[in-house]
């Protein structure tokens, strides 16, 4: 999608080990989340950041960490990947956050653990 | 805890047989209610927001309506390029701003 790009587009890992999933935007927004979606429980939220080193924890956020050093660039770390972390991850960005704008996605990530 | 039931899960069409697609939900104080479209492979792209209670937005063969308790997605004479997964979404009012609730989704088939 224009204006945000995420990377891996796929990948298969061992259980036990750490992952890093990138999301790229080029859009200036100040708000960026990472969602994972699987089937029965729609877009979950991971973590989100409103800001350069300015992050928090979503629904489902065990397991997970995330750094953002840059506007641009907002990182997912799985530090010991597990069978449960198999999904499909979608990154999100946002200006003022979703009134009147909704969330820009990107492609996604279709993660599998195995 | 907010929460976001669509339904039904999955429906099927002929082209240009009209319908509603269903969205639930409840919300410690609506800030908006969120329509999305996403085809797969493919993140979700950002249909309509709706605000308030009697809100109502169109685009092309979609109009999206919003009541205190549940919003519908209306889809006229709907074309096989129509066919997509239909996700809603809310923000609370309260707590911290900007995330969304997402339902599960209604997938829609329409056939020629």
């Known amino acids: 999608d224009a204006g945000i790009t995420q990377s891996p587009r796929h990948k298969v890992t061992e259980t036990g080990t750490p992952v890093t999933l990138r999301c790229h935007q080029t859009?200036?927004?100040?708000?960026m989340y990472w969602y994972r979606q699987d089937p029965g429980h729609g877009l979950r939220l991971i973590h989100y950041s409103y800001g350069v080193k300015d992050t928090d924890k979503g629904e489902v956020s065990d397991g997970y960490s995330v750094s953002r050093s840059k506007t641009e660039d907002f990182l997912l770390t799985l530090e010991s990947a597990t069978s449960s972390q198999t999904s499909v991850y979608f990154c999100?960005?946002?200006?003022?956050?979703?009134?009147?704008?909704?969330?820009?996605f990107g492609s996604g990530t279709r993660l599998t653990v195995v | 805890e907010d929460q976001v039931t669509q339904s039904p899960e999955a429906l099927r069409l002929q082209e240009g047989e009209s319908s509603s697609l269903n969205c639930s939900y409840t919300v410690s104080g609506l800030r908006g209610l969120f329509w999305y479209r996403q085809d797969p492979g493919k993140g979700p792209e950002f249909l309509f927001t709706l605000y308030s209670a009697g809100e109502e937005k169109e685009k092309e063969r979609l109009k999206a309506t919003l009541t205190k308790k549940e919003s519908f997605l209306h889809i006229t004479a709907p074309k096989p390029e129509d066919s997509a997964t239909y996700l809603c979404a809310v923000q609370a009012s309260s707590g911290s701003a900007r995330q969304l609730t997402f339902g599960s989704g209604t997938q829609l088939t329409v056939l020629p």
């Open positions: 859009e200036n927004h100040r708000y």
């Open positions: 999100a960005i946002s200006a003022l956050g979703p009134r009147d704008y909704g969330y820009t």
